[in-house]
């Protein structure tokens, strides 16, 4: 049976918390923001995640060739984080300059404040046509002192027309891109 009510709310429920992915390549380390990182293990000695990144951004590539990343779960207080990370290009230059950073032993950022991070090892990227979804075992992990995560939904509330504006710029230009390359089928 279908059900008539609008059913396009129901997917923004999957969409994880906000993350900063980093990762280290011969220019130096890089982050952005990422929605979309999933638990991917039910061994506990062996926990893995399913970290999604579009081709379109630079961190994809760093990943792509390091084989290792760290992801920060952002705090509730990081929203400040979300306009350096999810906005600008590390192909542009240094955009984690004068932002508090820490790395990990292969050089990839993480964001002190966050709720916690984690240094991961790629084990097998797979090929979604317009991104790459990293399968990664996580080496390590630690708190970083934030109480809170900070889901997409709370952010929006807090960063402002002008980045909402922006970003649903940037949003519209990454979905042309990815319409023409994602694997999907009618």
Same mark, same amino acid.
């Given at each position: ?34 929605? @979309?990182?999933? #638990?991917? @293990? ?23 060739? @390091? ?18 990370? #999810? ?5 542009? #230059? ?34 979604? #046509? ?57």
């Amino acid at each position: 049976m279908t059900d008539p009510r609008p059913a396009g709310d129901v997917l923004s429920h999957f969409w994880a918390p906000l993350c900063a992915v980093g990762a280290s390549g011969p220019g130096g380390p890089n982050a952005q923001i990422c929605v @979309s990182v999933f #638990g991917a @293990s039910i061994v506990p000695e062996r926990p893995r995640l399913l970290v999604s990144l579009s081709k379109t951004n630079y961190t994809e590539g760093l990943v792509r060739e @390091s084989g290792r990343l760290a992801v920060t779960l952002l705090s509730d207080a990081q929203a400040d984080l979300l306009e350096p990370l #999810g906005l600008h290009s590390g192909r542009d #230059g240094n955009k984690l300059a004068g932002l508090e950073v820490e790395l990990t032993d292969s050089g990839a950022p993480t964001f002190p404040g966050g709720v916690g991070a984690l240094d991961c090892e790629v084990l097998e990227p797979l090929d979604l #046509g317009d991104a790459t979804a990293f399968l990664v075992a996580v080496r390590d992990r630690w708190g970083l002192g934030g109480e809170k995560p900070l889901p997409w939904a709370v952010a929006k509330t807090v960063v402002g027309e002008e980045f909402l504006q922006r970003w649903a710029e940037k949003s519209a230009r990454e979905q042309e891109a990815a319409r023409a390359v994602m694997r999907w089928q009618d």
